[in-house]
């Protein structure tokens, strides 16, 4: 998936502890979003973009946070980890409005264990 | 919540047989798009056809095709002469027709291609 890079890959937290899962994209790409998948429960849309400076949240917020500084960059922050945050984690991005037609870029994933 | 139902957890199909996965989804909006993904047990999201709510003729992409029946609220993914490779994980999404930013995924569909 050329061109929506995240970080780390993998990662394995104590309860209570916080970091940030780093997604950058180069293609100029208005909106971002980050979704976690589950077993059995598809893909949840937790925080999304559709510009720098302006975020909104998704299905499952709680215990995220994100900002958009730069059209570039879209971290979510996990604030005080609990075992209920484990998952896979994707970031996703494509350009806005009519433009943006059916073409999202999704990474590679992030495996998040809390232990 | 809006939300896309895949009603077949797992499926069993013989190499070159054609296979059906099915997809319907709730929706209040006039204008929205239809995704298809396949997740390879490498965990990647990989594309595979688009419909949008608009669009009077049905899509195709290659060996996939959508089957879209509009009053039904249905999508249903075909795979003409399946092959070892098309096993995976199969989602069905749905999305504003203008910009990707937020998608609802279904909870899947694990396709097994038996040789």
């Known amino acids: 998936n050329a061109g929506v890079t995240q970080t780390p890959k993998f990662q394995v937290l104590k309860t209570g502890q916080s970091m940030t899962l780093q997604c950058a994209q180069d293609?100029?790409?208005?909106?971002m979003s980050w979704y976690r998948q589950d077993p059995g429960m598809g893909l949840r849309l937790i925080h999304y973009s559709v510009g720098a400076g302006i975020t909104d949240q998704g299905e499952v917020p709680n215990g995220y946070n994100v900002s958009r500084s730069t059209t570039e960059d879209f971290p979510l922050r996990l604030l005080s980890a609990a075992p209920s945050q484990t998952s896979v984690y994707f970031c996703a991005s494509s350009y806005g409005g009519a433009q943006g037609g059916n073409t999202i870029y999704f990474g590679e994933g992030s495996w998040l264990t809390v232990v | 919540a809006q939300k896309i139902t895949q009603t077949q957890p797992g499926m069993f199909v013989q190499e070159k047989e054609a296979v059906t996965l099915d997809c319907t989804y709730d929706?209040?909006?006039?204008?929205?798009?239809l995704f298809w993904y396949k997740q390879p047990s490498s965990g990647e999201m990989i594309f595979l056809i688009y419909?949008?709510?608009?669009?009077?003729q049905n899509a195709t992409e290659g060996r996939y095709s959508l089957n879209f029946q509009k009053a039904r609220k249905s999508a249903n993914l075909v795979i003409s002469a399946s092959q070892l490779g098309d096993s995976a994980m199969y989602f069905c999404a749905r999305g504003p027709n203008f910009g990707n930013e937020k998608l609802t995924f279904g909870t899947g569909t694990r396709l097994t291609i038996i040789p």
């Open positions: 419909q949008g709510s608009y669009d009077e």
């Open positions: 929706t209040s909006d006039q204008s929205y798009g």
């Open positions: 293609m100029n790409h208005e909106y």
